[in-house]
């Protein structure tokens, strides 16, 4: 069975960093399989802005967060970082994991409720 657990979130003031991290379990090195990141922010609609393919390691970002978050993985330890820089306040939202195997990131990216499995979330909060 597929898991995946964030963590990482927390309180940072505009124009800050922060690294999330995702430790999926169940997956094999043989697998095909896309991890990726979603955000939902109070009253809005659930939103993926970055997602990174296995094996091939390929990445795709939204273009809200392009340029100021990077997507990378550990391959050896199933392990998925999102590194946010510059953060906005518009990027307050609960951060999910999420992964999924049989789609592209493109696709995920566009429809990230086609994703399998879904961890519990972490609030990101930016403000002063």
């Known amino acids: ?35 990726g990141w979603g955000r939902q922010a109070p009253g809005k609609e659930r939103e993926a802005v970055a997602c990174i393919s296995s094996p091939t390691g390929d990445t795709v970002l939204a273009d809200s967060v392009k340029g100021r978050f990077t997507i990378t993985r550990d391959s050896a330890n199933y392990t998925v970082y999102l590194q946010m820089n510059n953060l906005e306040p ?27 499995y879904w961890g519990q979330g972490t609030q990101v909060t930016v403000s002063s």
């Open 1 to 35: 069975q597929v898991q995946v657990v964030e963590s990482g979130g927390g309180l940072v003031q505009p124009g800050g960093s922060l690294t999330l991290s995702c430790a999926a379990t169940g997956f094999t090195s043989s697998d095909y399989y896309v991890i």
């Open 90 to 116: 518009a990027d307050t939202s609960v951060y999910y994991c999420a992964a999924a195997r049989g789609i592209t990131c493109s696709t995920m990216v566009r429809f990230p409720n086609l994703s399998d």
